[in-house]
């Protein structure tokens, strides 16, 4: 009989922005536009031998009828300008960022997350994501937005065309030969062309092949379609499940999905986000996270919150007197912008909630504590590194994206005191082993475009 080896942890910090977890109100609160918070969680995430430093966009303030609603605001600056900044101050951390696939060009994403790429030393990654949004779309100078059922033909098109401008440089394609003269092995060094849908380009790509072959495509997927594409695409996946029968579920269910488009298990790592809470008892933990959550539900939070579900204005109600009486109303004029939508149906998800307040007796304030998603990893740091490391080891994913209510010392606590007890139990890296993140991370070096080197071998190349 054998015995699998035990799995390596890995490990992602994120800083999320102002929002209804983070407590900018704390009087330890630090800016969130600031480069020294940025700074601080990624060396922190470095001293804690995590794996990359992530980073969400917003791409549109949030409103609320119209007005920005000042506890839930997504925006900070330019997600390449951090990480590139960040690039500096550390010497292995990955640096992953999310970047619009709907609103950006192809050669310009390229370009940008390949220069990434090589100021870092190939620890740059790109977490694709889509809108369909014509709040967050009129930002831009097309004004416009793509229906829900056009935003996967784009993106696929979006990561197709990326790939081809990072695959139009060979490895080898720098020869650098002083004595000689000679530059590049071949004159066509960068050609590319691509004719989709939603592209038709060709020219001739600036930046040459990535230290780590190609950056890391970073992507997350609930919905079948969502899921294919991932499936098909992505080097690491942001899973919404954070349960161990839910995880499982859900991580056999994307390799059986990669399988199908010629994917190795090894090829894909699964990550859910999550937050932690650690105490000097369960029970100090476990009143931490209460207080925590008090904060994060302010009466403003409550009322946005339902009033994206039902889309109304509910500001007439009392938050601790029963759920609103009426139906939604989704064909109004959205009262929240700027914000996923991740219900899939208003109607039943009132339904659903109603029937909770009815069973327990809930108030808007009482069942608005029940559907939060809690931190995740709530105990003493022995509890935590435990439950974590069977999440891990019993294939509920690959690890976590951890995020903290504080910003930016948060992680401190984490990185002190659970990342000690991960490395004594041989699940977590006590030191860098890898210099890119694709190394960090486990995967496999990419092979270049089939079609591309069927070309230069025709050509001679």
Do not use: C
């Not at 969502?226 to 349960?243: L, N, V």
Request: charged letters at 25%; proline letters at 5%; a negative charge.
């Amino acid at each position: 009989m054998t015995t699998r080896a035990r799995k390596q942890i890995i490990l992602a910090a994120y800083v999320g922005g102002v929002n209804e977890h983070t407590l900018w109100e704390h009087p330890d609160a630090g800016s969130q536009i600031d480069f020294s918070t940025f700074r601080h969680v990624a060396q922190t995430a470095e001293r804690g031998r995590f794996d990359y430093f992530f980073l969400a966009e917003g791409l549109a303030l949030r409103a609320r009828a119209g007005r920005i609603f000042d506890h839930d605001i997504a925006g900070r600056p330019d997600t390449l300008a951090v990480l590139a900044s960040l690039a500096a101050v550390t010497g292995h951390l990955g640096l992953v960022g999310t970047l619009n696939a709907t609103f950006n060009e192809p050669y310009e994403l390229a370009r940008q997350i390949a220069s990434l790429d090589h100021l870092s030393g190939g620890r740059a990654g790109w977490n694709v994501v889509t809108s369909f949004d014509a709040f967050t779309g009129a930002n831009f100078r097309r004004g416009g937005f793509l229906p829900h059922s056009e935003r996967y033909v784009r993106a696929e098109e979006t990561v197709a065309a990326v790939r081809r401008l990072w695959d139009s440089w060979a490895e080898e394609a720098i020869v650098a030969d002083k004595a000689a003269g000679v530059f590049l092995a071949a004159a066509d060094a960068g050609a590319f062309a691509q004719s989709t849908t939603q592209f038709d380009i060709a020219g001739r790509f600036t930046v040459p092949r990535s230290p780590q072959g190609r950056p890391v495509i970073v992507q997350a997927g609930v919905s079948p379609q969502g899921r294919d594409f991932a499936a098909a695409t992505a080097d690491a996946i942001f899973s919404p499940y954070s349960s161990l029968p839910e995880g499982k579920a859900f991580s056999a269910d994307i390799r059986e999905r990669a399988a199908r488009f010629g994917r190795g298990p090894d090829e894909i790592k699964i990550l859910p986000a999550a937050g932690f809470v650690i105490g000097d008892s369960a029970k100090d933990a476990e009143e931490k996270a209460r207080h925590i959550l008090e904060q994060q539900l302010t009466d403003k939070t409550i009322q946005v919150t339902f009033e994206q579900v039902w889309n109304r204005d509910l500001s007439a109600y009392d938050l601790d007197g029963p759920l609103p009486d009426v139906d939604p109303d989704p064909e109004a004029p959205s009262i929240i912008q700027g914000r996923a939508f991740v219900f899939q149906d208003r109607f039943e998800t009132v339904r659903t909630w109603r029937a909770l307040a009815d069973e327990r007796g809930l108030t808007l304030r009482g069942l608005a504590r029940e559907i939060s998603r809690g931190p995740g990893y709530v105990g003493t740091a022995a509890e935590i590194a435990d439950q974590l490391d069977t999440f891990v080891q019993e294939d509920g994913g690959d690890g976590v994206v951890l995020g903290s209510h504080l910003v930016p010392s948060g992680l401190d606590e984490f990185v002190d005191q659970v990342v000690p007890l991960l490395q004594e139990r041989g699940s977590l890296r006590s030191e860098y082993e890898g210099t890119t993140l694709r190394e960090n991370l486990g995967l496999p070096l990419p092979v270049r475009s089939a079609e591309l080197l069927s070309a230069e071998t025709e050509t001679g190349r």
